[in-house]
C-alpha cells in the first residue's frame, strides 16, 4: 500500500512565497526552492521511516506549473526534488512523480487502499482510495501505525 503525498500546498508552502505566482509566470523557479515547510518535516521523516518498515511505500505526485515550457518544467522538477532531499532527506520515496498541471492524481494509484495527503478538494474527490487534506497529516499517519 502507498501513502502519497501532494508538495505544493500540503508539504511545502509555495503559496505562503510572497509573489510566488509572479515568480511562476516568469518562468522562475525560486518559490520552489525557498518554500518553507508546512508541517514538522522531522517528526514525518520518522513516522514515513517506521511505515516504510511495516511495510508502507511513500510516494509523491506533484504538479509542474501551469504552462511551463519543457526547459522550466524539467528547471521544476529538479527544484522539487532538491528541496525534497533538503527537508525529507532520510525519507527514501519509493515514486517521485512530478507531472504536468492538471494530471489526475488517481491514475497513480496502485489500489483503493493507497492513501493520497493533497490540499486540492478536486484531487481527493477523485482518488480511489482514502484521501485527507493537508491537515493532520502527522496524527493520521500515526493512526496508521
Known amino acids: 500500500?502507498?501513502?502519497?503525498?501532494?508538495?505544493?500546498?500540503?508539504?511545502a508552502d509555495l503559496y505562503g512565497v510572497e509573489n510566488w505566482l509572479d515568480y511562476l509566470i516568469a518562468s522562475d523557479c525560486l518559490p520552489y526552492e525557498i518554500a518553507k515547510p508546512l508541517i514538522r518535516l522531522n517528526s514525518l521523516a520518522r513516522i514515513l521511516?517506521?511505515?516504510q518498515v511495516s511495510g508502507y511505500k511513500?510516494?509523491?505526485?506533484?504538479?509542474?506549473?501551469?504552462?511551463?515550457?519543457?526547459?522550466?518544467?524539467?528547471?521544476?522538477?529538479?527544484?522539487?526534488?532538491?528541496?525534497?532531499?533538503?527537508?525529507?532527506?532520510?525519507v527514501k520515496f519509493d515514486e517521485i512523480n512530478i507531472v504536468k498541471y492538471g494530471t489526475p492524481k488517481n491514475l497513480f494509484a496502485y489500489s483503493e487502499n493507497d492513501i493520497l495527503f493533497d490540499d486540492e478538494?478536486?484531487?481527493?474527490?477523485?482518488?480511489t482510495g482514502k484521501a485527507f487534506d493537508a491537515y493532520n497529516i502527522i496524527e493520521t499517519l500515526k493512526s496508521l501505525n
Open 1 to 11: 500500500m502507498f501513502i502519497w503525498f501532494d508538495m505544493d500546498g500540503t508539504i
Open 49 to 51: 521511516n517506521r511505515l
Open 121 to 127: 478538494k478536486k484531487n481527493r474527490d477523485e482518488w
Open 58 to 90: 511513500i510516494g509523491i505526485i506533484s504538479w509542474l506549473s501551469k504552462n511551463g515550457t519543457n526547459e522550466y518544467d524539467a528547471d521544476v522538477t529538479k527544484a522539487k526534488i532538491t528541496w525534497l532531499k533538503k527537508h525529507l532527506a532520510s
